[in-house]
């Protein structure tokens, strides 16, 4: 959706790199969720962020949502194989009823 | 067991058939979806449902049917499928209200020759 970009598309790391994920809404967000896909497989819950300036960290992953509310980056610290898969996020809007808009995704790949 | 079961998980069909996928949950979520993932597209809502007598189109809804036959299963129907319907079927559950992520269960590839 234009509504939602996110950037890069592809992204191919050392392991043990740091690397960023940034997903850009055109208008303000209520929610902005964040999920990982293995190629050909469901998504699988991340974390969720509401708040201006809100930060979330789980594992070596941490997420975080601007102060204006319409970017979001996803922060991965010293990256290991299993952090490789295709990363989205999804934007919920007020008014859309709990219905998410996806970005297009960001293909990570993490090289030995 | 999975929370979020899609059937069948693979599917080769030809242009002009019916045909059904089927999503069971055990959740005991009120809002299912279903989407579909293509390519470069990311994921795009087809249908979702707010409960058993809600029924709401999504952004891509044409070619397309559901029933809701439970609060637990929500299963989505190509009435004549055709080629460009070859994509990765998504269902998903929510709990509802807002702050509620969406899961998903492992998806449905569909291909149309």
């Known amino acids: 959706s234009q509504e939602l970009e996110q950037s890069p598309q592809s992204l191919i790391v050392q392991e043990g790199k740091n690397l960023t994920i940034n997903c850009t809404s055109s208008?303000?967000?209520?929610?902005l969720y964040w999920y990982k896909q293995k190629y050909g497989e469901g998504l699988i819950f991340l974390m969720m962020?509401?708040?201006?300036?809100e930060e979330k960290s789980h594992e070596k992953i941490t997420a975080k949502l601007d102060e204006k509310k319409q970017q979001s980056s996803l922060h991965i610290t010293a990256s290991q194989p299993s952090h490789a898969g295709i990363y989205l996020c999804?934007?919920?809007?007020?008014?859309?009823?709990?219905?998410?808009?996806f970005g297009t995704g960001t293909r990570l790949q993490v090289t030995l | 067991d999975a929370d979020v079961t899609q059937t069948p998980r693979n599917r080769i069909t030809k242009t002009g058939k019916r045909i059904m996928l089927e999503c069971s949950q055990t959740?005991?979520?009120?809002?299912m979806y279903w989407y579909r993932q293509d390519p470069g597209l990311g994921l795009r809502l087809i249908y979702y449902?707010?409960?058993?007598?809600?029924?709401n189109k999504g952004e891509i809804s044409d070619g397309y049917s559901v029933s809701r036959q439970a609060q637990a299963k929500f299963s989505l129907s190509l009435e004549s499928a055709i080629p460009n319907q070859t994509a990765l079927y998504f269902c998903?559950?929510?709990?509802?209200?807002?702050?509620?992520?969406?899961?998903f269960g492992d998806g449905t590839r569909l291909s149309i020759l």
């Open positions: 449902s707010f409960d058993v007598k809600d029924i």
């Open positions: 999804g934007a919920e809007y007020t008014g859309t009823a709990s219905k998410l808009t």
């Open positions: 959740k005991g979520h009120d809002r």
């Open positions: 962020l509401q708040k201006g300036g």
């Open positions: 998903a559950t929510s709990a509802g209200a807002f702050d509620q992520p969406q899961h």
């Open positions: 208008k303000t967000l209520y929610g």
